[in-house]
């Protein structure tokens, strides 16, 4: 698939194929804190509070280790983070 594309209009497998493809682009580094993303996020990410109220299921917003990221206004795909990063991403950046 040619990136981005607009995460909107996506169906789950659709999203699972495009989160993998950024995931080999990026030999798979997080786009945020740059660690693999088969590891935890960088722990500047973990010492971040978050608020899990915020997110769709609450806590269990991290059941799926790595998410893709993309910006909510245009809806075009950004790249594969962390669950936690992405968190961090939309509490404290609006992304």
Same mark, same amino acid.
């Given at each position: 698939m040619k990136l981005p594309v @607009?995460? @909107?209009n996506l169906t789950p497998q659709?999203?699972?194929a495009v989160r993998e493809q950024y995931c080999q682009l990026q030999d798979w580094k997080c786009s945020h804190c @740059?660690?693999?993303l088969m590891e935890?996020?960088?722990d500047f990410i973990q010492k971040m509070k978050i608020n899990f109220s915020l997110f769709p299921g609450g806590i269990g917003f991290l059941?799926?280790?790595i998410h893709l990221h993309?910006?909510?206004k245009t809806g075009l795909t950004i790249g594969a983070?962390?669950?936690r990063? @992405?968190?961090v991403l939309w509490q404290y950046h609006g992304e």
């Amino acid at each position: 698939m040619k990136l981005p594309v @607009n995460y @909107n209009n996506l169906t789950p497998q659709q999203r699972k194929a495009v989160r993998e493809q950024y995931c080999q682009l990026q030999d798979w580094k997080c786009s945020h804190c @740059n660690n693999n993303l088969m590891e935890d996020a960088a722990d500047f990410i973990q010492k971040m509070k978050i608020n899990f109220s915020l997110f769709p299921g609450g806590i269990g917003f991290l059941k799926f280790p790595i998410h893709l990221h993309h910006d909510h206004k245009t809806g075009l795909t950004i790249g594969a983070v962390h669950s936690r990063c @992405n968190a961090v991403l939309w509490q404290y950046h609006g992304e």
